[in-house]
């Protein structure tokens, strides 16, 4: 029994009914981000469709799928801080997200835990750098946010004789630790509420249940390093620039 959805006129209505439904949804009841997920549909349509046509040419060789890796990384520290916003210096999504892929991704490979292969060190890393970016974006619009409206609480930090970065930290740390909520709720209920898609297709891949069920642990696990580490430096950043423009 094959895994794959089929191509075809079903596909298309399924496709086009569901991201209008969500844009109705969002408009009808005032939460706006209508037109964003129809233009994420469409980016996403456009983006999958190219990604299928070269993927298979990518894998071939290390040079093309390190290439396409820092293609990624480069995408997504360029989104992350779009999301943060214009205050986020420019140096700290970079930064953050490696932080949080690069040490997590030679440990799998030394420790010989991921098969050191193309065809599997491209998706983990899709994977990793996807978690980094989304993590990174929430922190630092957490951060952002509770710095400002919380502006005079950190005044009175200062006024305490906190230095500066310390006065913001105790401001922000706990709101931007909140980022890690999504992937603590993916990991406490995997198998019970969700089957992420590592399991599945290494299930559909021909492995057994246990094979799957340990390779969808290691990813879970990385990804609350990856996510950590990135979350960790994004705030420590964000805060050192606030801490040196203040007066």
């Avoid at 040419?57 to 293609?71: D, E, H, K, M």
């Avoid at 999504?93 to 050191?116: D, E, N, Y």
């Avoid at 057994?208 to 696990?221: K, V």
Wanted: charged share 15%; glycine share 12%; hydrophobic share 55%.
């Amino acid at each position: 029994m094959s895994g794959a959805v089929p191509i075809g006129p079903a596909l298309v209505v399924a496709l086009l009914g569901l991201t209008v439904a969500a844009g109705v949804v969002l408009r009808l009841t005032g939460l706006g981000r209508g037109r964003a997920v129809l233009g994420a549909a469409a980016r996403a349509t456009i983006q999958l469709g190219v990604v299928s046509l070269v993927i298979v040419a990518v894998l071939r060789a290390w040079w093309s799928t390190g290439a396409f890796i820092l293609l990624m990384y480069g995408v997504a520290a360029l989104t992350a801080r779009r999301r943060i916003g214009p205050q986020c210096p420019a140096r700290v999504t970079p930064l953050a997200i490696a932080a949080g892929v690069v040490p997590s991704l030679a440990v799998l490979l030394t420790s010989r835990a991921l098969p050191a292969t193309p065809l599997v060190v491209l998706p983990t890393a899709g994977i990793l750098i996807g978690g980094a970016m989304t993590a990174a974006s929430l922190a630092g619009r957490r951060t952002l946010d509770e710095l400002r409206t919380r502006h005079g609480e950190y005044e009175a930090g200062l006024a305490l004789g906190l230095l500066p970065r310390d006065a913001a930290l105790e401001i922000c740390r706990p709101a931007a630790g909140q980022a890690l909520i999504p992937a603590l709720d993916q990991t406490r209920t995997v198998g019970l509420v969700t089957l992420p898609g590592a399991f599945v297709g290494v299930l559909l891949g021909g492995a057994g249940p246990l094979e799957a069920g340990a390779t969808q642990l290691l990813i879970l696990l990385t990804l609350l390093a990856v996510e950590a580490a990135a979350i960790a430096l994004v705030v420590e950043l964000l805060v050192r620039d606030r801490a040196r423009i203040s007066p």
